[in-house]
C-alpha cells in the first residue's frame, strides 16, 4: 500500500489550493480515505474522509463550505479542493487509509505542506 500527499505550496488568505492523494496497492471495497492535518504546535486533526466504493464523504465542521474531497477511482487518486484559505490553514496535510470496520487508519501517507500568508 502506498499513499503519497502532493500540491502544497505558500499561498494567500483567500485564495484556493488543490491537494492530491496518489494511492495504490489496495482495492476500492470497504476502503476510506481520510484527510488530516497537523499545524505546528497543534494534534493532528482529521478534517474529511471519503468511501471508495460508493463516495460517502464527511467533514469536520471548522472546514464545512470550504473544503471538497473526491475520487478518481481509475487514476487511484482522490482530491482535496481548498477554497478561501485561511491563515489557520497552514499545516501539513497526510492522506490516510482505513479499511471499514477497523477502529484505525492502517497507512498513511507522507505529508505535503501548506502555506497560508495573511
Known amino acids: 500500500v502506498q499513499l503519497q500527499a502532493s500540491g502544497g505550496g505558500l499561498v494567500q488568505a483567500g485564495e484556493p489550493l488543490s491537494l492530491s492523494c496518489a494511492a495504490s496497492g489496495f482495492t476500492a471495497d470497504y476502503n476510506f480515505i481520510g484527510w488530516f492535518r497537523q499545524a505546528p504546535g497543534k494534534r493532528r486533526e482529521g478534517i474529511s474522509y471519503?468511501?471508495?466504493?460508493?463516495?460517502?464523504?464527511d467533514y469536520r465542521d471548522s472546514v464545512k463550505g470550504r473544503l471538497t474531497i473526491s475520487r478518481d477511482n481509475p487514476k487511484n487518486t482522490l482530491y482535496l479542493q481548498m477554497i478561501s484559505l485561511k491563515p489557520e490553514d497552514t499545516a501539513m496535510y497526510y492522506c490516510a487509509k482505513w479499511v471499514n470496520p477497523t477502529p484505525e487508519y492502517d497507512y498513511w501517507g507522507r505529508g505535503t505542506l501548506v502555506t497560508v500568508s495573511s
Open positions: 471519503i468511501s471508495l466504493s460508493d463516495g460517502e464523504t
